[in-house]
């Protein structure tokens, strides 16, 4: 596609459910990203992805995250158990490579949990 | 740990007032200072890379300059369509962190007419 795509755009789940966020990116990418944004704040790193290989965790806030890209493209944002503190705007990006490639951010998935 | 701090956090210009953005950074080995552009609802939208001091890119209005601790954004006549919140974003040296950006919290400019 021409850009990075997420869905849903926003998600309202009750406290304790799973919720499930999809990101498409750029077609030909081999580096995709996940970023957590709180309100009035910038974007923080969450996890990297090259190719289907997870490189990179260090950012999840906690083991009710999980991420994967099992063929290399779509990759799936999974939050267990939510709690209010999981509200937040999550940004996938991707680009080409990495090494001070450009990256691509989509729309995001705004997330609240009531 | 890498810090950016972005100064001021929100700024208010008349349409055609001319200002600048500061970033200011802290990261070991710099690989390359990003600046982003977000609009209310939407994801951050690319504008620069800078990779080494001394260095400048212009795009329209904007004007990204950048030294060994800070990066500057002009914004020269400002119109209201400039009106966003500005993201700096530096990435650090090295094969094994070259990926992550460490993000500022960003300048929320506002343009009136």
């Known amino acids: 596609g021409a850009g990075v795509s997420q869905s849903p755009r926003y998600k309202v789940a009750k406290r304790g459910q799973d919720v499930a966020l999809r990101c498409d990116p750029i077609?030909?990418?081999?580096?995709l990203f996940w970023y957590q944004q709180a309100l009035g704040q910038g974007p923080e790193f969450l996890t990297y992805f090259q190719n289907e290989a997870q490189l990179d965790k260090s950012g999840l806030p906690s083991d009710r995250f999980f991420a994967e890209r099992p063929e290399g493209s779509v990759s799936t944002l999974k939050i267990q158990r939510t709690q209010q503190e999981d509200s937040a705007v999550y940004l996938c990006a991707s680009s080409f490579a990495t090494g001070g490639n450009t990256i691509y951010f989509g729309e995001g998935s705004w997330l609240t949990v009531v | 740990e890498d810090q950016v701090t972005q100064s001021p956090e929100a700024l208010r210009l008349q349409e055609g007032e001319s200002s600048s953005l500061n970033c200011s950074y802290t990261?070991?080995?710099?690989?390359?200072l990003f600046w982003y552009r977000q609009d209310p609802g939407k994801g951050p939208e690319f504008l620069f890379t800078?990779?080494?001091a001394g260095e400048e890119k212009e795009k329209e209005r904007l004007k990204a300059t950048l030294t060994k601790k800070e990066s500057f954004l002009h914004i020269t006549a400002p119109k209201p369509e400039d009106s966003a919140t500005y993201l700096c974003a530096v990435s650090r040296g090295g094969r094994s962190n070259d990926y992550k950006l460490s993000f500022g919290a960003g300048t929320t400019v506002t343009v009136r007419a």
């Open positions: 077609s030909g990418h081999v580096s």
């Open positions: 990261v070991s080995g710099l690989r390359g």
């Open positions: 800078l990779y080494s």
